[in-house]
Structures are given as C-alpha cells and as structure tokens.
C-alpha cells in the first residue's frame, strides 16, 4: 500500500538557518503530494501542494518539488523565523482515492529558537 | 468567514459512556472526514462520508459511528466499544472527493478518559 516517511523529528533551528524536512513515499500510481502544518492545539493547514512531477509548491517562503525519479518531496525554507514552530506533515494522495483517504507521515517537528 | 467548526475542545469520558464530538462546516462542501491523532503518529481515518445520507468506515471505524443527516453537520460518536479513546480528533471537509483536493481541517478536540 501507499507510505509516506518523514525525516525524524525533533527539529531545532536558530532564527534565520535553513530547513529541509525529508519526505519520501511509496505509491502505485500518480499521487498528488501535499505539505500540512499543524499549530499547537490547532488542525492542519494545507502549505503547498504539487500535483504532478516537478512541480514545484511553494507558500510563505517554503518550497517543495515533486520528484518522481527519487520518490521524494521535501519540504524548504531559505530563512526560519520563530513562527515557524510547529509540527509539518507530509501527505500523498493516490490518484484512485478520495481526497481524504490521504496517507500521512508521522509528522516533524521544527522548533525555531529566536 | 467560512470554515469547520468541532467543539467542544476538550471532552472528557467515564467509562462504559459513549460521547458525541459535533463538527459542522459552512463550506458548501459535500465531503468530510473523521481522523484520528495520537501523539509522535500521523492521521488515520476513522469514517467519510461524500454526501449527505451515505459515509464509509476508514482504516479505524472499529468503536466509532457516524451520521451525515446534513450537509453542514458530520458528528463522530466514540462508543464504549472503543477501549482507548484517548487522542486528539480531528474533522476535516473537501469541496470535492477528487484526490488532489487539499483539506480543510477543524481546530480539533481533545478526549480524555477519566
């Protein structure tokens, strides 16, 4: 079946590095890739999604490209800022399926100290 | 503003009770999802349902029933036939079942057992 794996977390980063979250993902057919965020307390969020290979999402300064060849699509950000922190998904959906059949990863969690 | 709202945000159940969390959506969207999340995991889907009168049991229903008598409404029960209740539930809503849809999710609620 589908499986998406996220890079272990916890993640900590001074204000102003660099991020990248890993994700990979085993699929059967042509999934569309999604990046949620999840502040404490709160539900997800859609960040950026891509629909088809190299496509490239991006949304408030984070940017991920849907790579086919290596079943990969992590998540970037040049510059983390302190309201940043919070838990990041990576999901994929399955051409075949519904939208809410999306398979999760165990989420990341980035911590931005100032 | 449009959006989901699930209340109340923190539940708390005795046992051999079953209790009832409310999600209602203002989206005009004709899909919505129950998913669970415990702590370090990602979502697992509990129930769906693409239109009003008709849902499916997701990977987790075993415990839980649902109802969609309307389209704004999805109300999750969790029964006495759950024996760990405890997580974090959250309900989400897409305008389309259509597998690159992005979801739309509730700010959650919290069980607990007494």
């Known amino acids: 079946g589908d499986s998406v794996t996220q890079m272990e977390g916890p993640v900590t980063l001074s204000e102003e590095a660099f991020l990248t979250i890993n994700c990979t993902y085993t699929?059967?057919?042509?999934?569309?890739l999604f990046w949620y965020v999840q502040y404490p307390g709160e539900g997800l969020q859609l960040l950026l999604k891509?629909?088809?290979?190299?496509d490239k999402g991006s949304n408030k300064g984070f940017e991920a490209t849907y790579r086919k060849e290596t079943t990969s699509f992590h998540l970037e950000k040049g510059s983390v800022q302190v309201s940043d922190s919070a838990v990041y998904f990576c999901?994929?959906?399955?051409?075949?399926?519904?939208?809410?059949?999306?398979?999760f990863g165990d989420g990341t969690t980035l911590t931005v100290k100032p | 503003d449009g959006g989901i709202t699930q209340s109340p945000k923190y539940l708390f159940r005795k046992e051999g009770q079953n209790v009832t969390l409310s999600c209602e959506q203002n989206?005009?969207?004709?899909?919505m999802y129950w998913y669970r999340q415990d702590p370090g995991q990602g979502l697992r889907l509990i129930y769906y349902?693409?239109?009003?009168?008709?849902?499916q049991k997701g990977d987790i229903a075993e415990g839980y029933s649902v109802s969609r008598e309307k389209k704004e409404s999805f109300p999750l029960t969790v029964t006495s036939a759950q024996k760990n209740p405890t997580a974090f539930y959250l309900c989400?809503?897409?305008?389309?079942?259509?597998?690159?849809?992005?979801?739309?999710f509730g700010s959650g609620t919290q069980l607990s057992v007494l």
């Open positions: 989400a809503s897409s305008s389309r079942s259509k597998s690159n849809e992005k979801l739309f």
């Open positions: 699929a059967t057919g042509y999934p569309s």
């Open positions: 989206l005009n969207h004709d899909a």
């Open positions: 891509a629909t088809k290979a190299d």
């Open positions: 999901a994929l959906s399955d051409r075949d399926t519904n939208a809410g059949k999306s398979t």
């Open positions: 349902s693409q239109i009003v009168n008709d849902f």
